[in-house]
């Protein structure tokens, strides 16, 4: 894994943690971010998660290192209709796996996270059961 695809998934990792400090209130959904994380995945932000707005090389490497770890299936891409930009991430089992590696109290928080979205609460099953057969 590159230092940019380790970057990308711990700011995927990061949003999943801020997402579960937030209310389940359906009714909060009136905020844009809030809406994605539960209907669509991880919103694809790589300026927010740099602190700064990229340069066209900067976006290049962050398109590649998601390419990367969708093919290494660690994420996967969610794209606009017709199109093939990526406007969201769902991380993967093995990406989460490898973004947890001894770090327990996210993993509650990204259990925690995943069971308040449509998308999610089959992965947060696999986790608790990895982290059953593991104990």
């Known amino acids: 894994m590159t230092n940019s695809q380790s970057d990308m998934l711990q700011a995927v990792l990061g949003e999943l943690v801020a997402f579960a400090g937030q209310p389940d209130d359906p009714l909060a959904d009136a905020d844009r971010w809030q809406w994605s994380m539960r209907h669509r995945g991880v919103p694809y932000r790589p300026d927010h998660w740099h602190g700064a707005r990229l340069t066209p090389a900067q976006r290049m490497t962050c398109s590649r290192a998601v390419r990367g770890m969708a093919t290494a299936g660690l994420v996967e891409r969610v794209t606009e209709p017709r199109r093939n930009r990526v406007t ?41 059961r990895a982290v059953k057969v593991a104990a």
């Open 88 to 128: 969201h991430l769902r991380p993967t089992a093995a990406g989460l796996a490898r973004a947890l590696a001894g770090n327990d109290a996210n993993q509650t928080a990204v259990t925690l996270a995943l069971r308040k979205t449509d998308w999610g609460a089959a992965l947060a099953d696999e986790i608790e």
